[in-house]
C-alpha cells in the first residue's frame, strides 16, 4: 500500500468510493438527498485539490485506489488555524488492513508541516464505526449538533 497526492487520472476511481460517505447518517434524511450530497462533496474536493490550503490523498494497492481523504485548512470560530478533514472512506474489501490510519497519518504529518496543531471532523452520531475510529486516533468530541424533528 502506497499513500500519494491525487492525481486527475484517479478521479473515477476515488468518485466510486463516494457512496459510502452515506453510512452512518440519521435514518430520517432523504438517500437520495444524501447520496447527492456526498458525491458534490467528493467532486468539489477533486475539482479544488490543487488550490492552496487544500489536499486529497489517495491510497494505492498495485492498480487500484483503496481510499482517499480530502479537506483543506480553515479557521476555527475562536480564530485557531486548523487542518479539517472533508472526507474519508476506504472501500469496503479493504477495511481493517490499516489504510484508513495510513491516510490519517499522511493528514497528520501534512498538519505538522503546515504548523497546524489541531485536526478537525465530522461524522454522524450514528456512525458508531467511523466513531470508534477515530476515537482510536485520539479526537476528541469538542461540539454536539442537536437536531429536533418535527412531525
Do not use: C
Not at 494505492?60 to 481523504?69: K, L, N, P
Not at 479539517?84 to 488492513?97: C, D, K, N, S, T
Not at 454536539?144 to 424533528?149: A, D, G, N
Amino acid at each position: 500500500m502506497h499513500i500519494r497526492r491525487y492525481e486527475e487520472a484517479d478521479r473515477s476511481a476515488v468518485l466510486a468510493l463516494a457512496p459510502r460517505l452515506t453510512e452512518g447518517v440519521a435514518p430520517w434524511r432523504s438517500p437520495e438527498g444524501v447520496l447527492a450530497a456526498v458525491i458534490g462533496w467528493v467532486v468539489e474536493a477533486l475539482h479544488r485539490a490543487g488550490e492552496p490550503g487544500r489536499f486529497v490523498f489517495v491510497a494505492e494497492d498495485g492498480d487500484d485506489i483503496t481510499g482517499f481523504v480530502a479537506g483543506e485548512q480553515r479557521a476555527h470560530w475562536s480564530g485557531d488555524r486548523e487542518l479539517y478533514v472533508g472526507e474519508l472512506v476506504v472501500a469496503q474489501p479493504y477495511e481493517g488492513r490499516g489504510i484508513g490510519r495510513a491516510l490519517m497519518e499522511a493528514v497528520t504529518d501534512h498538519a505538522r508541516q503546515q504548523g497546524l496543531r489541531s485536526i478537525t471532523l465530522d461524522t454522524g452520531a450514528a456512525n458508531t464505526n467511523a466513531r470508534t475510529f477515530y476515537n482510536q486516533l485520539g479526537f476528541e468530541e469538542e461540539d454536539v449538533k442537536l437536531t429536533k424533528r418535527l412531525s
